[in-house]
């Protein structure tokens, strides 16, 4: 899904979380969005639909912020905590 289509969802009130969670540690992070129905909802690229990747927490951090998201819940492994942006 497109960040602009995400954005409206947000402000919809539908997403309960959004997780930034590693591709491997050679790639980066991508976002992944919960809505409260428990789907799942992954950031597409502007110009296909292959999934968003960042090369950094930061960079994923921002979107998730520009979106509107407050909390950012990260997970690589079992290791699991929630941010504040």
Do not use: H, Y
């Not at 995400?6 to 540690?25: H, R, T, Y």
């Not at 968003?52 to 951090?61: I, V």
């Not at 979107?63 to 819940?73: D, K, P, S, T």
């Amino acid at each position: 899904m497109q960040e602009r289509e995400i954005k409206l969802l947000f402000k919809a009130g539908v997403f309960d979380s959004c997780q930034a969670i590693p591709v491997s540690m050679a790639r980066g992070w991508t976002l992944k969005f919960i809505a409260k129905d428990n789907e799942v909802v992954t950031l597409d690229l502007q110009r296909s639909k292959a999934e968003r990747e960042f090369k950094s927490l930061d960079g994923a951090a921002a979107v998730a912020r520009r979106i509107g998201f407050e909390w950012l819940n990260v997970q690589i492994g079992d290791l699991k905590w929630r941010e504040k942006m």
